[in-house]
């Protein structure tokens, strides 16, 4: 079992930043690939990124490349996710996910976050 605890939400406005953490205990941190995820009002989760266990490898939304970047520091059992040039569309919860794949589906992460908020005002 492993416990997620998601911060750093907040409102800001657009084309500013926000880094999101997400804090893991239980079962040994560095063993699972983690995810960050979206849900916006009125749609489906949807894949922002994910990282493998070592961190030297990564996986993006299309429309987040070139914007937000997640980090894992496996000695802080935390994941980080680092959100610039935000825009309003990226207003959504936000979720850490733990699961073994590196992989977008929703499916393929086992333990979920409660969430923060993320506001972008225009």
């Known amino acids: 079992q492993v416990q997620l605890v998601e911060s750093g939400g907040g409102l800001v406005q657009a084309g500013g930043s926000l880094r999101l953490s997400c804090v893991a205990s239980g079962r040994t941190f560095s063993d699972y690939v983690m995810g960050w995820f979206l849900k916006a009002p009125g749609k489906e989760r949807e894949f922002v990124a994910a990282?493998?266990?070592?961190?030297?490898?990564?996986r993006y939304a299309d429309s987040v490349k070139g914007r937000f970047t997640i980090s894992r520091d496996n000695a802080k059992n935390t994941v980080y996710l680092q959100m610039n040039s935000l825009k309003p569309e990226d207003t959504a919860v936000y979720y850490c996910?733990?699961?073994?794949?590196?992989?977008?589906?929703?499916?393929?992460?086992?333990?979920w976050g409660q969430g923060t908020q993320v506001t972008v005002s225009s």
């Open positions: 996910a733990a699961g073994w794949v590196l992989s977008m589906p929703v499916s393929a992460y086992k333990y």
């Open positions: 990282i493998n266990w070592s961190g030297d490898n990564t």
